[in-house]
Every structure is written in structure tokens, then in C-alpha cells.
């Protein structure tokens, strides 16, 4: 299980995804980031790309669980 570390709330607060894949299918579809991709003047997928890659504003954050 994944949890997503953002700089911004993005509204990813109580969620826990499944996979990194999950995460990213829910950020590209996240309002939020797709009004932040267009004020920086890129695609939604070269914004997440690069808060991921570049910036270091998203992160993901392994976690362990105990049943």
C-alpha cells in the first residue's frame, strides 16, 4: 500500500492506494493538479512527472501492513 506525499493538499489526505499506478491514474484526473499543470503551462503527465522527478513535490511513501 502507497500513500501519496504532495507539497500542496491536493485532496490526497485520507487516501491509500493500492499501487503507484493507482495514485497516478487518480492524480491525472485530480482537479487540482490539472488547473496547477496548466498555470505552469504543461500537460497533466509532464506536471506529475515532474513534481515527481524534478521538483520533489510528490513522493510516495511505503506502507507497511500489519494484520
Given at each position: 500500500?502507497?500513500?501519496?506525499w504532495s507539497e500542496?493538499?491536493?485532496?490526497?489526505?485520507?487516501?491509500?492506494f493500492a499501487t503507484p499506478e493507482a495514485g497516478e491514474a487518480w492524480l491525472r484526473a485530480n482537479q487540482t493538479v490539472a488547473e496547477m499543470a496548466?498555470?505552469?503551462e504543461l500537460t497533466v503527465d509532464e506536471y506529475i512527472d515532474s513534481c515527481f522527478n524534478d521538483w520533489g513535490y510528490f513522493s510516495w511513501e511505503?506502507?507497511?501492513?500489519?494484520?
Open positions: 500500500m502507497y500513500r501519496l500542496w493538499d491536493i485532496g490526497e489526505g485520507n487516501k491509500i496548466a498555470d505552469e511505503t506502507l507497511e501492513v500489519i494484520q
